[in-house]
């Protein structure tokens, strides 16, 4: 069962604007923290952005000022607007959420989209 499910990849020139989306299933019980991790071609997977339920946001260094997360709790889903895209923001962005399956659990479990690729030309 998909329960990440993303949106919004594709080719922009360098400069320009795509939003990435991602919703969560409601498979699981309670989403806490959401986030974008971006993985290139010969590089190790490294967080973008993250943001907790109570909307607080981390950003990394490389993408400060020019993206921004959000998050709608009511549907499950967080956004990922970036701006002045550069051709080294090429990458698969995966959506991530830490959340509990059920109501039971005591635990937060890992959960992983099965990623979009963004493309940026020079």
């Known amino acids: 069962q998909v329960q990440l499910v993303e949106s919004g990849g594709g080719l922009v020139q360098a400069g320009g604007s795509l939003r990435l989306s991602c919703a969560a299933s409601?498979?699981?019980?309670?989403?806490?923290?959401m986030g974008w991790y971006r993985q290139a071609p010969g590089k190790q997977r490294e967080l973008v952005a993250d943001i907790t339920s109570g909307g607080s946001a981390n950003y990394s260094d490389s993408v400060k000022g020019r993206f921004t997360i959000s998050r709608d709790n009511a549907k499950n889903t967080v956004y990922l607007q970036m701006d002045s895209l550069k051709p080294e923001d090429r990458a698969v962005y995966y959506c991530?959420?830490?959340?509990?399956?059920?109501?039971?659990?005591?635990?937060?479990?890992?959960?992983w989209g099965q990623g979009t690729q963004v493309t940026v030309s020079s």
């Open positions: 409601r498979s699981i019980f309670r989403v806490n923290s």
């Open positions: 991530n959420a830490h959340g509990r399956p059920n109501p039971y659990s005591s635990y937060d479990y890992i959960y």
